[in-house]
């Protein structure tokens, strides 16, 4: 659905999330339900940089999905595209 980053570099000139989004993310996949999972990741997605258009679709796929991990790895790959780690 999304492709992935051709290079190393950064795509945001100044990463929003960083190493603590991966943490906070990783304690609320062990810690919520569903529910708040995917309330958490939206929320999480929309606070970090970059364009409006691609930060509502994976907003939209995570609304979509029926599946934790799925929710997790959306929301995890673009944490790490931001700081340029090409997923």
């Not at 929003?16 to 919520?32: P, Q, R, W």
Request: hydrophobic share 40%.
């Amino acid at each position: 659905m999304f492709s992935t980053q051709s290079s190393s570099k950064a795509r945001l000139k100044n990463d929003t999330l960083g190493d603590s989004a991966i943490v906070k993310l990783n304690f609320a996949f062990e810690s919520m339900d569903m529910d708040q999972f995917k309330l958490f990741a939206k929320e999480l997605v929309l606070s970090g940089g970059g364009k409006q258009p691609m930060k509502q679709a994976i907003c939209d796929a995570i609304d979509s999905t029926s599946k934790k991990q799925v929710v997790y790895k959306k929301a995890c790959d673009f944490i790490l595209a931001g700081m340029g780690l090409g997923v």
